[in-house]
């Protein structure tokens, strides 16, 4: 069975936000790797939209090898996209949702594949409160950003995690890899 990996960055204020952080060479090398591991990147309309920035590095690179491979990395990996606005995608790897979340998650799940990427707060959240993550991993920046959307502010039950381990980059970035406690 396929595992639901929550990835995502937050700061140590816990303001989740792809536009505030301070990615290196090290911690684009990491999601790259990440990225190359995975069957499917599932993303609510925002994330998506955000990531659809990689997409010019794609035809014009630019000059750090680690957003490079980053580019190509997402650009391969299929995106599925749960929106209600927006009806179809531009990216060639990316499809609409056709199913709502807990059962196209569900089905992914008993498919024979890589695993299964979660990259936006809000399917996050709905995830977690459906019971459907399997494993987080949340890069935690060194710096506090003091104001923005918190990762963890509308879970309807308590949750408990299993530290599994940690990843700590030169930048002072950390890497905390956790599943759910059962």
Not at 69 to 80: E, G, S, T
């Amino acid at each position: 069975m396929r595992k639901v990996i929550a990835a995502i960055n937050i700061t140590l204020d816990g303001v989740c936000d792809h536009t505030v952080g301070i990615p290196d060479e090290d911690i684009h090398q990491h999601y790259t790797e990440l990225l190359n591991n995975a069957g499917v990147i599932l993303y609510g309309r925002t994330t998506y939209q955000l990531m659809q920035f990689w997409q010019q590095f794609i035809e014009n690179p630019s000059e750090e090898k680690s957003m490079n491979d980053f580019a190509i990395a997402i650009d391969k990996v299929p995106k599925i996209v749960f929106s209600q606005t927006i009806k179809n995608t531009e990216w060639k790897s990316a499809k609409m949702a056709t199913k709502e979340l807990e059962k196209e998650v569900v089905a992914l799940k008993k498919q024979v594949g890589e695993d299964i990427l979660v990259g936006s707060r809000s399917l996050i959240i709905q995830l977690i409160n459906l019971n459907l993550i399997d494993e987080f991993q949340i890069c935690i920046y060194p710096m506090v950003e003091g104001k923005g959307l918190k990762l963890f502010d509308q879970i309807k039950n308590r949750t408990i995690f299993k530290l599994l381990k940690t990843k700590k980059f030169d930048s002072g970035a950390i890497i905390l890899y956790y599943e759910l406690k059962k």
